[in-house]
């Protein structure tokens, strides 16, 4: 590990130090952060298991800076300020979603999040092929949160307070000819 200053810490995880298959669930150095008085936080990027395994060893707030695949929580925290700094608040919005809503983390992170703030509603925007995934509208269900999905702009766009648009991911897509069809 490297401390850059009194209140910071950072674990670089490479193959080399952290290997689940191997049995390894934490680079070494980490195991230690529960005895680091002086850190005020940890932020790092692993996997979803290894982020709730560290919950239980740490003893200060962390950020998981996301997975890779799944949620991109350091980008929600940009968003959330810009949001906040153009609309002065983070409640009571209408936010359209659009794009690549079933591969896109940067998305399944911000309607997360968004969810927990008071009286805002989603309207998902894509092709069938790339909807907003199942487990996000369990999610929004579970916590009663309106949605809606439709396939084109234009039938929500004077209903929108806030247009987060998303690239369709190339990489994503097996077959080239799909993605320039999407």
Same mark, same amino acid.
């Given at each position: 590990? =490297? ?15 952290? @290997?689940? =298959?191997? &049995?390894? !669930?934490?680079?070494? $150095? !980490?195991?230690?952060?529960?005895? *680091? =008085?002086?850190? =005020? &936080? ?9 982020? +709730? ?10 950020? @998981?800076?996301?997975?890779? &695949?799944?949620?991109?929580? #350091? ?12 609309? /002065?608040? !983070?409640? @009571?919005? #209408? ?16 309607? /997360?999040?968004?969810? /927990?703030? /008071? &009286?805002?509603? *989603? ?20 916590? @009663?949160?309106? *949605? %809606? +999905? ?10 929108? $307070? %806030? ?7 190339? +990489? ?9 069809? !999407?």
């Amino acid at each position: 590990f =490297s401390t850059d200053a009194k209140d910071s810490f950072l674990v670089k995880s490479t193959p080399a130090n952290f @290997n689940c =298959s191997i &049995g390894w !669930l934490f680079p070494p $150095d !980490l195991r230690r952060v529960k005895y *680091f =008085s002086l850190l =005020s &936080g940890l932020v790092f990027k692993f996997s979803y298991i290894f982020a +709730e395994l560290a919950k239980e060893v740490t003893l200060v707030p962390f950020i @998981n800076a996301g997975d890779g &695949g799944h949620q991109h929580p #350091t980008q929600t925290l940009t968003d959330l300020l810009t949001i906040s700094q153009n609309k /002065k608040t !983070l409640e @009571n919005m #209408t936010i359209g979603l659009c794009g690549d809503l079933k591969f896109g983390r940067t998305v399944h992170s911000l309607v /997360k999040t968004l969810s /927990k703030f /008071k &009286g805002n509603k *989603f309207i998902f925007i894509s092709p069938v092929e790339l909807v907003i995934p199942e487990y996000i509208k369990m999610y929004l269900n579970d916590r @009663n949160v309106e *949605f %809606i +999905e439709v396939r084109t702009i234009e039938e929500v766009m004077d209903k929108l $307070d %806030i247009l987060y648009m998303t690239r369709v991911q190339r +990489e994503r897509f097996f077959n080239e000819a799909d993605y320039v069809r !999407l």
